[in-house]
């Protein structure tokens, strides 16, 4: 049977072994991670201890010629919400498999910031390496590399350093960059390469962001950046490695061709004709339109007749000049590997997705895509995760805008333009350089409300703001935490959502930030809605355990179990990822990560403001009548769908500790 492989290295010492783990019962690198922090009980220590592993790997069948499976998995525990977090990058496996490892778990701290180089051959593991940079040196090369900065200016800086042993490896390096040892938010950056140029391949940049990864890396353990790469091939059987026999064998468990199937699940993201766009930002726009959270969510206090108005000045000057530049297939790619998909849409030489560009764009007020394009490259070049920094940029400027916060304590010089009634797009733009001002700033900047926000996060942040300004809380009768949305997790620890109007992403649950939830826009009994959540969590869990691409579930929930067999494990694949989520969420109770009620008001009406939104009109009363008791009563009743599906504890959700 089919081992997992997992390369330990300690960075402090150099030293490295491979532990085999057997499967069924590790099957990726979500379970190899959960088994590797129980060993080392970092749960008991501060997020930033050198026990606190960054596990990152491959699923099972990297290696194989199955479209959408080169997703390289990260799995760590999060400076943000205290707890065990996942996240991952697409395409990166495809060449980090022939390293020799499904994964690496990267422990201990290094006395100077390392890149470690894992080098691969045909038996697997031939060595790793060492490399080291002084901060000056790394502090240099953020400032500035080839015309770029931060992480991507690194990025350009190891292809040349390492050519040779990236050209050797066919390896594509992976970098944190200066968000990474500053604040809470950062990212793991990759870039595909070109190999035959020895370049950087556009629009094939992805990230491993939420939850703070990047930071993790830097602050725990000192590590600059991962080579990982070589000349291995896994032990696969020939089914998977044989493009005609793999595709003749998948036809009748599927019912159609094979890449029919895969055409049909991923046409949202290639191209929908019936749309004329492509990709996440050219789908979500037309099919969410008012439903769409913008303006710091304060879109879900407007009437639908106006948030149509506003929609449509969106669409005009922010959607439509992507679609009409990415209609040209030249301008799609994938993430690095071989993909009938080709995702990734570029639109000026930038990838542009719906997640980042919404955060820096509509959620800030900005609705011209020229302007959330640069504030996206440098968030992304400053290794931020994008999807939280618009949330934290989205709240500062409307803390100035509410007079909680003055200009000049962020570093501005004058107040944002977030009333949506303006109508006026040039006057929103102001907010475009304004927000590219608070992003350096939480870097470079000499604030000291903004090191608060970098250094502990928009909970613990928020909390201290309102006893620092508590006048200016009182007069304008708002607390800076009534202003951002996020799930609390036990004292300080926190999360906040993707950018869709829904319950779903604001539930107790263990692992949020993520697509592990029911994200529609919709509003039903909670016990019915929890149904929902339960089935999505187990799905989300079992691919992305799998290394595969979400974008592919469409075709892949439905075979996974067969998958599996055909590759000689017999696997419950529902009830595995049943029981290894319940074990996070018993780590998370060991770290003192469990959930606690919404505190936020902005939290709280993202929730009630749909039963009004359809109109249900016993929940619309007893929130009328009840507010906070009725909300209460809503989380509890879904919540216990949830603990009992997944056989938490009783008190895993308590609305005090």
Same mark, same amino acid.
């Given at each position: ?6 390369l ?27 088994v590797?922090?129980e ?10 201890d050198p ?9 099972i ?5 199955l479209?959408g ?5 990260a ?6 919400s205290?707890?065990l977090?996942?996240?991952a990058m $697409?395409?990166?496996a ?19 910031p ?11 593991v ?5 490399k080291?940079?002084e ?14 900065i931060?992480a ?7 292809l040349?350093?390492?050519?040779d042993?990236i050209?050797t ?19 793991l950056?990759s870039?595909d390469?070109?190999?035959n140029?020895?370049?950087?391949a ?20 000192n ?8 000349g291995?091939?896994?032990?696969l059987?020939?089914?998977f490695?044989d ?5 003749? !064998?998948?036809?009748?468990?599927l ?17 929908d ?17 008012e439903?769409?959270?913008?303006f710091?969510?304060n ?11 506003i ?10 000049p992507?679609?009409?530049?990415i209609s040209n297939?030249?301008t799609?790619?994938?993430c690095?590997e ?14 542009t997705d719906?997640?980042?560009f919404n955060?820096?764009g ?9 302007l959330?394009?640069?504030?996206v ?12 920094i ?5 709240? !500062? ?13 962020? $570093?501005?010089n ?15 733009a102001?907010n ?6 608070i992003?350096y700033?939480?870097i470079?900047g ?8 970098a250094?502990? $996060? ?5 909390k201290?703001?309102?006893?620092v ?10 607390k ?13 620890g926190y ?8 319950? $779903? ?13 029911n994200?529609?826009?919709?509003f ?6 929890a ?24 075709w892949a ?11 000689g ?25 469990k959930?606690?009620l919404?505190?936020s008001?902005?939290a ?5 403001s749909l ?5 249900i ?15 209460k009563?809503?989380i509890?009743r879904a919540?216990?769908?949830v ?7 009783p008190?895993?959700f308590?609305e005090?500790?």
């Open positions: 049977m089919l081992d997992y492989k997992v330990r290295i300690d960075v402090n010492t150099g030293n490295w072994t491979i532990e085999l783990y057997k499967t069924p019962e590790v099957l990726g690198p979500i379970d190899a991670g959960i590797i922090h060993k080392l009980q970092s749960w008991n220590k501060d997020v930033f026990s606190n592993a960054v596990v990152i790997g491959a699923g069948f990297a290696g194989s010629k479209f499976t080169h997703r390289l998995v799995i760590f525990r999060s400076p943000e205290k707890g977090h996942i996240s $697409g395409g990166a495809y060449r980090f498999i022939g390293c020799g490892v499904h994964a690496i778990s990267i422990e201990g701290r290094s006395e100077k390392a890149i470690i180089i894992v080098k691969g051959g045909s038996q697997g031939e060595g790793v390496e060492l080291y940079m901060y000056e040196e790394l502090e240099k090369v953020y400032n500035g590399y080839k015309g770029k931060g991507y200016a690194l990025i350009e800086h190891i040349d350093v390492y050519r042993v050209a490896l066919k390896a594509r390096p992976i970098v944190v960059g200066p968000a990474s040892w500053k604040t809470i938010y950062g990212a950056i870039i390469v070109n190999f140029k020895m370049s950087i556009e629009g094939s940049e992805d990230f491993a962001a939420r939850g703070g990864i990047g930071s993790v890396l830097a602050q725990a353990h590590v600059v950046a991962i080579i990982a790469g070589g291995y091939k896994p032990q059987p020939i089914e490695t493009a005609v026999k793999l595709f003749n !064998l998948l036809a009748p468990l019912g159609k061709n094979y890449v029919s199937s895969v055409n049909e699940a991923t046409i949202k993201y290639r191209f004709s019936k749309i004329g766009a492509g990709g996440t930002f050219g789908v979500n726009y037309p099919h969410y339109r439903f769409l959270p913008i710091n969510y879109s879900i206090y407007i009437s639908r007749l106006l948030r149509k108005r929609i449509d000045i969106l669409l005009e000057n922010f959607w439509k992507f679609k009409v530049g297939p030249k799609w790619t994938t690095g071989p993909c009938p998909a080709a995702c990734k849409k570029v639109w000026l030489g930038k990838k719906y997640e980042p955060g820096l509509p959620m800030i007020g900005v609705m011209k895509i020229e959330t394009a640069r504030l490259d440098l968030a992304d070049q400053l290794g931020f995760d994008a999807i939280t618009g949330h934290v940029v989205a709240w !500062l400027l409307e803390a100035v805008y509410r007079g909680l916060l003055m200009p000049e304590e962020l $570093g501005l004058h107040k944002p333009a977030l009333d949506p009634m303006l109508m006026n797009v040039d006057e929103w102001k475009a350089e304004l927000a590219e001002k992003l700033n939480l470079h000499p604030s000291n409300v903004l090191k608060i926000v250094t502990r $996060g928009v909970r613990a942040a928020s201290y703001l309102d006893e300004y508590a006048e200016r809380v009182r007069k304008t009768g708002m800076f935490e009534d202003l951002i949305v996020y799930q609390p997790y036990g004292d300080e999360m906040t959502p993707n950018y869709y109007w829904t319950p $779903g992403l604001l539930l107790p649950i263990p692992v949020t930030g993520k697509y592990w939830t994200y529609t826009s919709t039903t009994e909670p016990e019915e809605f149904k929902t959540v339960v089935v999505r969590i187990i799905k989300e869990y079992a691919i992305e355990n799998a290394g595969l691409c979400r974008f592919h579930r469409g929930e439905k075979i996974l179990n067969k998958l599996y067999g055909l590759m494990i017999e696997v419950d694949i529902d009830h595995h990822s049943k029981e290894m989520y319940r074990k996070i969420a018993e780590y998370n109770i060991k770290a003192g990560a959930p606690r919404l505190e008001t902005r709280k009406d993202v929730i009630v039963a009004y939104e359809f109109n009109a016993e929940w619309s009363k007893k929130f009328s009548e009840s507010y906070d008791e009725a909300l009563e809503w509890n919540t216990k769908v603990v009992e599906q997944f056989d938490l504890p008190d895993w308590k005090k500790e």
